[in-house]
C-alpha cells in the first residue's frame, strides 16, 4: 500500500502549449532558411557588381592604353586593336564580349552606309535613265523645250540644262545617263567585294572572340571544379569527422577522448545524441563501449551526484558514521531517563532517525518516528539488534545503488567509485555489520578499482586491532579496494 503522506509528483502535458512550441520551432527554421536564401542572393549580387565593375575599369585601362593623338588633326584616336589587346591581358572575358559587340557594330554601320550608297546611286541612276530617255529622241528647240517642261512636271532638277536648245547638251545627257549605269554596276560590285572582306574580318573576330570565351569558360570551369572539389572534400572530411575518425584513417581526437573518459557524462550525451554516427569512432577506440548506455548514463551520474539519488546517498552515509556513534552512546545510563547518557542518546536518535529517512525515502512524520521508536527501544539488547539490523539493510540498499552505478558505465574507463559514500561510512558499516565484507566490482578500469578505504580508519575497526598497516593494506586489497594513505 503507498503511504499517504508520500507526496505523488506528475506531469500534466498540455498539448496546445506543445502545438504552440513545435509551431514556433517550424517558423524559426524557415525564417533561418529564408535568410540563409537572402544571403546568398545577396553574395551573387555583390559578386556581380564587383565583376561589373572590375569590368568597367578594365575597359577604360584599355582604351586608355589604345588612344593616340594624330599628329595631323591634334585629335585623339582609338587604336582597337591595341585597346582590345592590351584588354585581353586585363580580363580575357570581356575581352571577348568587347570584340563580338565592335564586330557586330561594325557589321551594322557597314551596312547602313551600303543602303545609303545604293540608295543615291539608285536615285541618280533613275535620275539620268529618265533624263536619257526624254532627251533621246529631241532634235530641235521645241521639243527641247517641251522636254525641260515634262522633266520637271515629274520633278526632276533640270537647273544644270541650258534652256536653248544645245545638241552637245542632248548627246552628253544621254552618256551620262549609260555612264552611270555603268557606275552604279561598278559599285555593286566594289560593294559586293567590300561585304566578303567585312565577312571575312567578321568571321575572324568571332573566332577569335569564341576562342577567348572558350578559355575563359575552361579556366572558370576549371576554378569550378576546384572548388567542387574542395566543397567535396570538406563535405568528406566533415562526415569523417561526424564519423569520429580522423585525417589518417584513425579515430579522431574527439572519439578517442569520449573512449578514454575524458569527456563529462553530461557532454558525452549531447555529443552522441547530436551525432550518433560519432559512435564509430568511439567504438574503433574502444571495442568494449557500450552505445546503449551512453545516452542514460549522463542520467545516472546526474542523478548520483546532484539529483535524488545523491540526497540518498549522502543522507546515508552520514546516518552509518552517527550510527557508528549511536552504538557507542547505547551504554546502561542511556537506558535510565532523566540521565545525560539518556538526553544525548535520545538527541543522536532524533539526527539518524531523520537521516535514515531521506535515506529510504520516507521523509515523513510517521517515517522518522517509526525508525526512532526501533532505536530508542527500552528493551535489554534490541538497541544493538536494531542498530545491527539497521546496518545490514542500509548495505543492501547502498550495494543496490553500487551495481546500478556500475551497470551505467559504458566502458571501464567510465566506471568510477560510487559518489556520496566516504571511508569513514564504508569503515562505520563494517563496524556495525561484522559480516560485510565486499566484493570487487566485476569490470574495473586501472585508475578506479573499488572504493576508496582510508588506512586510518580500517586501522581504527575492533577487526583490526592488532594488525599491522601491511596487513590491513593487504585485507582492503584483497576486498577490491583501493588503499588511501
Do not use: C
Not at 520551432?25 to 557588381?49: D, P, V, W
Not at 569527422?241 to 578514454?260: F, H, R, Y
Amino acid at each position: 500500500m503507498i503511504d499517504a503522506a508520500i507526496p505523488l509528483q506528475s506531469q500534466t502535458f498540455n498539448l496546445g502549449n506543445t502545438l504552440s512550441q513545435l509551431g514556433n520551432i517550424q517558423a524559426q527554421q524557415q525564417t533561418q532558411q529564408l535568410r540563409g536564401q537572402q544571403i546568398q542572393e545577396g553574395n551573387i549580387s555583390l559578386a556581380q557588381n564587383q565583376q561589373n565593375a572590375q569590368d568597367e575599369s578594365d575597359v577604360r585601362a584599355a582604351m586608355a592604353a589604345g588612344t593616340q593623338v594624330d599628329p595631323a588633326t591634334g585629335q585623339p584616336t582609338l587604336d582597337r586593336g591595341a585597346m582590345l589587346s592590351t584588354l585581353a591581358r586585363l580580363n580575357p572575358t570581356k575581352a571577348a564580349q568587347t570584340s563580338t559587340a565592335l564586330a557586330t557594330q561594325d557589321t551594322a554601320t557597314a551596312e547602313a552606309q551600303q543602303r545609303l550608297q545604293q540608295a543615291k546611286l539608285q536615285t541618280a541612276t533613275e535620275t539620268n535613265a529618265t533624263m536619257g530617255q526624254i532627251l533621246g529622241n529631241i532634235v530641235d528647240q521645241p521639243s527641247y523645250t517641251n522636254a525641260l517642261q515634262h522633266a520637271k512636271s515629274l520633278g526632276i532638277d533640270t537647273s544644270q540644262y541650258p534652256l536653248q536648245y544645245d545638241p552637245k547638251v542632248v548627246a552628253q545627257a544621254q552618256q551620262q545617263a549609260l555612264t552611270v549605269q555603268q557606275q552604279l554596276a561598278q559599285k555593286n560590285a566594289e560593294a559586293t567585294q567590300a561585304e566578303a572582306a567585312r565577312k571575312d574580318t567578321a568571321t575572324e573576330a568571332n573566332t577569335a572572340a569564341t576562342l577567348a570565351n572558350t578559355q575563359a569558360y575552361q579556366k572558370s570551369g576549371l576554378g569550378l571544379r576546384s572548388q567542387q572539389v574542395g566543397i567535396a572534400g570538406g563535405e568528406l572530411g566533415l562526415k569523417r569527422e561526424q564519423a569520429g575518425v580522423g585525417t589518417n584513417g584513425q579515430p579522431s581526437d574527439l572519439a578517442t577522448a569520449i573512449a578514454q573518459g575524458h569527456i563529462v557524462p553530461d557532454r558525452l550525451g549531447y555529443l552522441l545524441s547530436r551525432n550518433p554516427t560519432l559512435i564509430q569512432g568511439v567504438m574503433a577506440a574502444d571495442p568494449t563501449f557500450d552505445s546503449s548506455k551512453a545516452a542514460s548514463y549522463a542520467n545516472t551520474y546526474k542523478d548520483f551526484t546532484s539529483g535524488k539519488t545523491s540526497v540518498a546517498l549522502n543522507a546515508g552515509g552520514t546516518a552509518l558514521q552517527h550510527l557508528q556513534e549511536l552504538q557507542g552512546m547505547n551504554t546502561a545510563e542511556s537506558h535510565i531517563p532523566g540521565t545525560a547518557d539518556y538526553n544525548a542518546y535520545q538527541n543522536k536518535a532524533d539526527t539518524v532517525s531523520a537521516e535514515l529517512a531521506r535515506f529510504y525515502g520516507t521523509d515523513t512524520v510517521p517515517g522518522i518516528a517509526s525508525i526512532k521508536s526501533t532505536l530508542t527501544s527500552q528493551l535489554p539488547g534490541t538497541r544493538q539488534a536494531a542498530l545491527t539490523t539497521q546496518a545490514k539493510s542500509m548495505g543492501d540498499k547502498l550495494d543496490s545503488y553500487q551495481q546500478t552505478w556500475q551497470n551505467a558505465a559504458p566502458s571501464a574507463a567510465y566506471q568510477a567509485p560510487m559518489p556520496g559514500i566516504s571511508p569513514k561510512a564504508i569503515a562505520a558499516r563494517a563496524a556495525l555489520d561484522p559480516d560485510y565484507k565486499p566484493s570487487a566490482p566485476a569490470a574495473q578500469s586501472p585508475q578506479s578499482s573499488g572504493l576508496g578505504v582510508k588506512l586510518s580508519d580500517a586501522m581504527a575497526l575492533p577487526q583490526n586491532k592488532g594488525k599491522s598497516a601491511a596487513e590491513v593494506t593487504q585485507d582492503i586489497q584483497a576486498h577490491g579496494h583501493t588503499v588511501i594513505q
